[in-house]
């Protein structure tokens, strides 16, 4: 049971989970961790879910890799962002951390490794242990923009099966460079990995005009999987929809879509009134889309203006994504001015270390909060790191 012995995923350290939930019961904390936008004061039209109660899902037509529309109209949203993927190439699971689960099944026995990016989102090193697979770190380091340390990926263990890039990264916001893709990819093809590329928050530029997005839409070479979700594409969490575009060679890309399908009918997790409602949700969820974009590109804004007024602290360039990374004075340890700001001003933000950053000392913020109260709470919290 050893891999049910380490913390949760999205657990804080008991220093400062104590400190929350002392913060809480003395009166509201301002969370600048909120990454949950249907806690963010965004507007969702009242209506918005009214299709998943659309009679014809009183019928169970069980589909694994999901209904035909469904996939059509992820394929049809891919299109957005200039990407031509074939319905066919899609899979629909209940979000993109269960399509992780299924990937690392399909590519994995257990002992083996998957590449992990560091700093990252704390959630793989939990989705491979439930597998039996180990995560080996590649750094990601920061020059100016986040670059991938390629030296770690060339002593990659023998075990490894997998490279997992996500793109913008959750909390650096960095995209793969083209040039990066175009080197990971020729690893990849000569090493015989796969290539899992999760871009849930690829709608949300913010640094850049350009991304590569739908990668692998344009993989020839390499079997690639692309990630993608409601809960940050549409801002709808709640509705538990994920997919995963499968590209790559034609034979291995067919042979992963025929795996895949027999994995996915072992669950058979999507619901049927959410993907009867997809094509509805995936048109009108750019309304919430919109909303969170405008939030994040403002707050990011009023942050470098809050912070060019206290150079001690620096927000680092963020191509995109809803975090923003800060670097503050290594004055006292990340933990201690998470406790600061928690007991002093009543202020949540993430340590650096959380998403395991090479050194002290970085802080994370979220992007989505309410921009009067994300710019307040920021200055605060901006002041106190320079004290
Ligand atoms: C980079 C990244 N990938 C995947 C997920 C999981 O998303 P989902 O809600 O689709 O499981 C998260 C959650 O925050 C994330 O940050």
Same mark, same amino acid.
């Given at each position: 049971m050893s891999k049910f012995s380490r913390r949760l995923p999205h657990a804080e350290t008991n220093a400062i989970s104590a400190a929350i939930a002392a913060g809480a019961a003395a009166g509201t904390v301002v969370d600048l961790t909120e990454s949950n936008p249907t806690a963010a004061g965004f507007t969702y039209p009242a209506d918005l879910l009214a299709r998943l109660a659309d009679g014809a899902g009183l019928t169970y037509t069980p589909s694994p890799l999901g209904l035909f529309e469904a996939r059509r109209a992820v394929a049809e949203d891919a299109a957005r962002r200039g990407a031509l993927v074939d319905p066919g190439h899609v899979v629909l699971s209940a979000s993109s951390s269960e399509s992780y689960g299924w990937l690392f099944k399909l590519l994995c026995d257990p002992g083996d490794a998957v590449l992990v990016p560091r700093p990252s989102y704390p959630l793989f090193e939990h989705l491979t242990r439930f597998e039996g697979v180990q995560t080996v770190p590649y750094d990601l380091e920061h020059y100016g923009r986040w670059r991938i340390d390629f030296a770690a990926i060339a002593a990659a263990p023998e075990a490894t099966r997998a490279v997992l890039v996500v793109s913008p990264n959750n909390p650096t916001g960095s995209y793969i460079s083209a040039a990066e893709l175009e080197r990971l990819t020729v690893v990849c093809r000569d090493r015989g990995w796969a290539l899992i590329v999760d871009e849930v928050f690829a709608d949300y530029p913010l640094d850049t005009t350009s991304p590569i997005t739908d990668i692998a839409a344009a993989a020839a070479d390499v079997l690639t999987f692309s990630l993608g979700g409601a809960s940050k594409s549409l801002g709808l969490p709640q509705v538990k929809l994920g997919w995963i575009v499968v590209g790559g060679p034609d034979a291995a890309r067919d042979a992963a879509l025929g795996a895949l399908e027999l994995i996915a009918d072992t669950y058979l997790s999507v619901s049927t009134p959410v993907q009867l409602a997809a094509p509805d949700l995936l048109t009108r969820g750019a309304e919430i889309r919109h909303q969170i974009q405008k939030r994040t590109q403002s707050n990011l804004t009023r942050a470098r203006t809050i912070t060019a007024a206290n150079p001690a602290c620096e927000v680092l360039a963020a191509e995109g994504g809803w975090s923003a990374v800060v670097r503050v004075p290594a004055t006292r340890a990340e933990e201690q001015l998470v406790l600061d700001l928690l007991q002093r001003e009543r202020i949540l933000v993430h340590p650096g270390f959380f998403?395991? +950053?090479?050194?002290? @000392? +970085?802080? &994370? &913020?979220? =992007? =989505?909060? @309410?921009?009067? =109260? +994300? @710019?307040d709470a920021f200055a605060r919290t901006v002041r106190l790191a320079s004290s």
């Open positions: 998403f395991d +950053f090479p050194h002290e @000392a +970085f802080i &994370v &913020v979220s =992007l =989505l909060p @309410a921009p009067d =109260l +994300f @710019a």
